[in-house]
């Protein structure tokens, strides 16, 4: 386990008002280098001479020469899982069978050998869709002018994945949408999405379930739309799904006031004094706790409290600050104390 420092720092691309629906957003481009084969048709060999040369290269390039380099085979499965929780890799890069790496920054990342070559990608507090996509963009065209891209006149950047080739690009926003949880609406909601291109997934991204009312939105089509088409069509999205849940919590707040009221200062109770909570539950009590404060009660608990509830009780982050592998039980106590230990 190598990451106990970081374990104990609060994340900065979090949103830090409860009441936004937005929580962060993430920037992110799949590149390939030219002149190799791509990561699932290449050998051990290609891909380690990819990953050195990779990490040779990033090192010359203007804020990345102090950046860390990980090597994924020399981590443990507990630090797998923290980088997953950190947002700075993805379940395939840090389970996969291929030679991968990390290049690991505060607020950005750049995954060497996951499904491409390359995943670079940036992450912002609350909605911020274009300064999120400059940032990451400034950061792909240092990265460009370094690496050679396979590209292509017709299709544009080639990846391994024909529904990431063009632009190569994804933008992904995490909502917190509880109103319509608790309405029954976020099944239309959902459904109307993926109507036209736009994917809802769990927190983690592909392969996760939604918890506590919070998703992460994204668009499905590269090829063939400009930057510009999936900013436009994500911002417009944003804004419909804002107005579809504030319907929500209006009808929710009409009809059901004190039935919401009790849940969310049952919560408000439960993160106070439980000796005990699993991850999953205390994502819900979480989100009923942003419910309370965007309907305006009065929780002596601010946004940056409850981000650092949220994120640094996740389990690889007990067990990184713990310093060795614990039991689910153990792990449970240990984020109720945590907890406590936050509300003062």
């Not at 070559?117 to 963009?137: D, M, Y």
């Not at 009790?262 to 909570?277: E, F, K, L």
């Amino acid at each position: 386990m190598i990451f106990s420092d970081l374990a104990s720092k609060s994340i900065r691309w979090q949103s830090s008002e409860p009441g936004s629906h937005f929580v962060s957003t993430r920037v992110r481009f799949a590149r390939n280098l030219k002149d190799h084969y791509f990561p699932n048709r290449a050998g051990a060999s290609e891909q380690l001479k990819v990953r050195k040369e990779v990490f040779e290269g990033v090192s010359g390039i203007p804020g990345w020469k102090d950046a860390a380099r990980l090597e994924l085979e020399e981590l443990d499965i507990v630090d797998r899982k923290f980088l997953i929780e950190r947002h700075l890799a993805s379940y395939d890069l840090v389970f996969t069978d291929r030679v991968a790496g990390l290049v690991m920054g505060d607020d950005a990342a750049i995954m060497v050998n996951e499904e491409d070559h390359l995943r670079i990608q940036v992450l912002s507090p609350g909605l911020s869709l274009e300064k999120t996509f400059e940032e990451a963009s400034a950061i792909e065209k240092k990265i460009r002018a370094a690496f050679g891209f396979a590209r292509n006149d017709d299709f544009g950047f080639l990846t391994a994945c024909p529904t990431n080739a063009g632009t190569g690009l994804r933008i992904s926003f995490l909502a917190h949408l509880p109103a319509l949880v608790l309405s029954g609406y976020i099944g239309e909601v959902i459904d109307s999405l993926a109507r036209v291109g736009v994917a809802s997934r769990g927190v983690y991204g592909e392969a996760t379930k939604p918890l506590g009312g919070f998703f992460q939105i994204s668009n499905q089509v590269t090829l063939g739309v400009s930057e510009k088409d999936i900013i436009e069509k994500l911002t417009a999205i944003s804004k419909q799904i804002e107005g579809a849940s504030d319907k929500a919590m209006d009808e929710l707040v009409s009809k059901r006031k004190t039935e919401l009221e009790d849940r969310i200062y049952r919560s408000y109770g439960i993160i106070q004094y439980a000796r005990r909570i699993s991850y999953e539950e205390l994502i819900s009590r979480i989100s009923d706790i942003r419910l309370g404060l965007s309907m305006g009660l009065a929780l002596p608990l601010g946004g940056d409290r409850l981000n650092d509830m949220l994120f640094l009780s996740q389990p690889a982050h007990i067990e990184e600050r713990n310093g060795a592998p614990i039991s689910a039980d153990e792990r449970d106590e240990k984020r109720a104390g945590f907890l406590r230990e936050i509300m003062g």
